[in-house]
């Protein structure tokens, strides 16, 4: 089924080795024997201070050895076993670098691989690698494949220029690349898969699992470009999109684990996780990258239609970076720390300066909202300016995120303007300006909460025909937030909006603005003349966001905002809960710790308060609250009644024990990176942080004795040194 083009083949060939890697019995000359794992039909293709790079020609599988451990990585199946449970397409899947999936003039989908389907592959030496043209003859595919060895592991890289669709009646729906690497066979290797599921969760390897179906889970959320409308059920919680394109694989803890972070691609990219015991009995994970879909088009009223395959391919490069790790950095928490270092190498996260030994606490507060009285709207003030300020003086928490939601005219469920305009029965500008002044001179900073990409349903203040997005089935994009029906604007219409507020802003400094939805929310725009793709919309929210002439805080931002935010909002505490995961892991916060300061949802609003504080202490999570004035139930009949517990008369001595008690354990470690977590028991966890301080949490029914100290039930100890 294959056919190698060796560039002249052996002349050729070997004359670039030659010149690239010296004489051919350094490198390439024989088979690679140099351990037993290693089987004769890999050559060697790269070497570095700690790592050789074999590859398999036929099939592009490549083998890692690690000459720190001596440990061997294996990127595909060299062999069945008795009792592997694989058919020949997954047999097919697993032996190979590269498998496709195409999608046929029914927009009828299925995947191949290499070793299955006919196909050529020229092979042309490079620098510590090689680059390869794959061209699947039967479908007219074809695609370069580029796989170096780096200082930190393996670098593969697929350019969107290679891709070609040269024959009509096929399309290019996905690329897998090393769907086996680091595949283990149930429970015979201890260890377990990192899924970037919310804060971080561990899928433990075993025989079995729960689980009907693997976990499939689009980097940065769904492409509403793509399926047009969120569904809204106000009692049903949306699940966490993953906000960081990673994964890992440990393979006994303190032993042998790998990363992978995709560098570009992610806005296209999907991670696929197999536990062992659904449809095979290994266990795998990998990426999947997306160029074409298929959608319903409905061809009248009636709802009659036809599925049809998108007209344009997707356009982006595939960049992944497999990070190899051993001894003590071999778990989550190694992990954590590898991605943080390439963050920071790579400009994605800086360093927030710390000028205050305090912790800080988030406290965001709701100005007002309108309610519908016969034919007009009347607004309902929750929290007047000299109201907030006597709060926060009563408080006398002086390390504050203040944020004002509904600060506009006519409240929250209003356009915001694109000028500083306040609803006049809050306060003026003047007022404003003076209250953030008095924030910041007492260690805090004050925001006005903004989603710049919502267009409110039903509201004036934009052109519905000119500045909203557009699905490929030519409809408005639909979603939702904070209780609020809402379109999503043009890359065009937003970037004038932010920019007009953001001028107007700038001129009563210390404001800053707290933004909503841009940091998470990525879609594509199909609008003819003015698309869009999502990779496009990374680089534009980018340079947008840089730009900003204010201080800007962000709710949940994805991994490429996280240089553009001063803090992080809504940290979230847990996973999704899905049944296979074995439990949640703080890997998010320990990238984080030390550099981008995070703040939880409002703890006002927790199922389980005692739990939740203890997850903030453990993971290193600052405090939120969500406050008014008044009482709640004022504002039953607006659109802000999801906020059912607020006001400051109910909430302001929890608030102030609470931030006390939080300030005591995490004050000492603030600005200092977790360098390690342990469990010590059933319900006890040792977050260590880089000064040496070790804060233990109990989350048991019973008190616990560590190193000559007890720690109380369903409570927390710092501890001034590790032991």
């Known amino acids: 089924m294959c056919k190698i083009r060796f560039l002249g083949f052996l002349l050729v060939f070997f004359a670039a080795l030659l010149a690239l890697f010296g004489a051919p019995d350094e490198t390439w000359a024989a088979p690679a024997t140099q351990t037993d794992e290693v089987p004769p039909s890999y050559q060697q293709v790269a070497e570095n201070e700690r790592f050789r790079l074999f ?12 000459k720190r451990s001596g440990y061997v990585w294996h990127s595909g199946l060299d062999e069945l076993r008795e009792g592997d449970r694989l058919n020949r397409a997954w047999q097919a899947f697993a032996r190979s670098g590269v498998s496709i999936e195409y999608l ?15 196909h050529t592959l020229e092979i042309t030496p490079i620098e510590q690698g090689i680059s390869v043209q794959v061209t699947f003859l039967e479908f007219g595919i074809s695609l370069r494949l580029i796989l ?9 890289e697929v350019p969107s220029n290679s891709i070609r669709e040269e024959k009509p009646e096929f399309k290019l729906g996905l690329i897998y ?3 086996f690497l680091g595949a283990t066979r149930g429970s015979q290797t201890p260890g377990y898969m990192l899924i970037p599921d919310g804060v971080g969760s561990l899928i433990r390897f075993a025989d079995t699992t729960k689980a009907r179906n693997m976990f499939y889970g689009r980097y940065y959320g769904p492409d509403l470009g793509m399926i047009a409308a969120l569904p809204f059920d106000p009692e049903l919680r949306r699940p966490y999109p993953i906000a960081y394109p990673v994964f890992g694989m440990v393979h006994g803890e303190g032993e042998n684990a790998f990363l992978s972070i995709v560098e570009q691609g992610a806005a296209y990219g999907e991670i696929q996780a ?17 160029y074409n879909e298929s959608y319903y088009q409905a061809t009248n009223r009636a709802g009659a239609g036809v599925t049809v395959v998108q007209r344009r391919t997707n356009e982006f490069d595939v960049v992944v970076h497999f990070r190899f790790l051993t001894g003590e ?13 390439y963050l920071v190498e790579k400009g994605l996260l800086r360093k927030v300066p710390i000028t205050n030994p305090n912790i800080g606490i988030r406290l965001e507060f709701l100005g007002g909202d309108k309610e519908q009285i016969l034919l007009w709207s009347r607004f309902v003030p929750m929290t007047t300016l000299a109201e907030m300020e006597e709060i926060l003086a009563d408080l006398q928490i002086d390390n504050a995120e203040v944020v004002y939601y509904g600060w506009q005219p006519l409240g929250a ?20 300006r003076a209250l953030a002044e008095r924030i910041v001179a007492k260690g805090g900073h004050f925001s006005l909460y903004l989603d710049p990409q919502a267009a409110l349903r039903d509201e004036a203040g934009y052109s519905p025909r000119n500045d909203l997005a557009i699905a490929i089935t030519n409809v408005s994009l639909v979603g939702h937030n904070r209780n609020r029906v809402v379109f999503y604007f043009t890359f065009d219409a937003l970037r004038r909006r932010l920019d007009a507020l953001q001028r107007a802003v700038a001129a009563y400094p210390p404001i800053g603005l707290a933004l909503d939805q841009v940091g998470w929310m990525l879609y594509s725009d199909f609008r003819s003349g003015r698309s869009q793709n999502r990779a496009q919309a990374v680089e534009g929210y980018r340079a947008l966001l840089a730009e900003s002439p204010v201080r800007l805080v962000l709710y949940r931002p994805n991994d490429y905002l996280f240089s553009a935010a001063e803090a992080y909002f809504d940290m979230p505490l847990g996973n999704n809960g899905y049944v296979y995961t074995s439990e949640a892991v703080p890997f998010l916060p320990i990238v984080l710790a030390g550099h981008l300061p995070y703040y939880g949802e409002a703890l006002n609003f927790s199922a389980n308060l005692q739990e939740d504080l203890l997850r903030h202490v453990d993971y290193g999570i600052y405090p939120s609250y969500f406050l008014t004035q008044q009482a709640t139930t004022a504002m039953l009949n607006t659109r802000s009644n999801w906020i059912f517990t607020s006001s400051y008369a109910q909430w302001g001595e929890h608030i102030r024990q609470t931030y006390r008690w939080m300030n005591e354990l995490l004050g000492p470690v603030r600005g200092q990176e ?14 260590t942080y880089a000064n040496g301080r070790q804060i233990i949490v109990n989350y048991t029914g019973r008190p616990f004795f560590y190193q000559g100290v007890t720690v109380e039930a369903r409570n927390a100890f710092l501890l001034e040194g590790a032991p």
């Open 104 to 118: 046929d003039a029914r927009a009828i989908n299925r995947r191949v691989s290499l070793t299955n389907a006919e």
């Open 674 to 687: 977790i360098v390690a977590r342990h469990q010590l028991a059933e319900g006890v966890f040792a977050t």
């Open 177 to 179: 690349l090393y769907p």
């Open 329 to 341: 950095e071999a778990d989550y928490v190694g992990m954590a720390r590898s991605y943080q270092r």
């Open 274 to 290: 197999h536990p062992a015991g659904i449809l095979t009995n290994f266990n795998f994970i990998y990426n999947a990258f997306i």
């Open 148 to 156: 170096q060895l780096e200082a930190e592991g393996v670098r593969v």
């Open 55 to 66: 590859v398999e020609f036929d099939t592009l599988a490549f083998k890692l050895l690690d």
């Open 413 to 432: 469920s209003s356009m915001p303007p694109t000028a500083l305009r306040l609803e006049r029965s809050l306060g003026d500008v003047a007022e404003l």
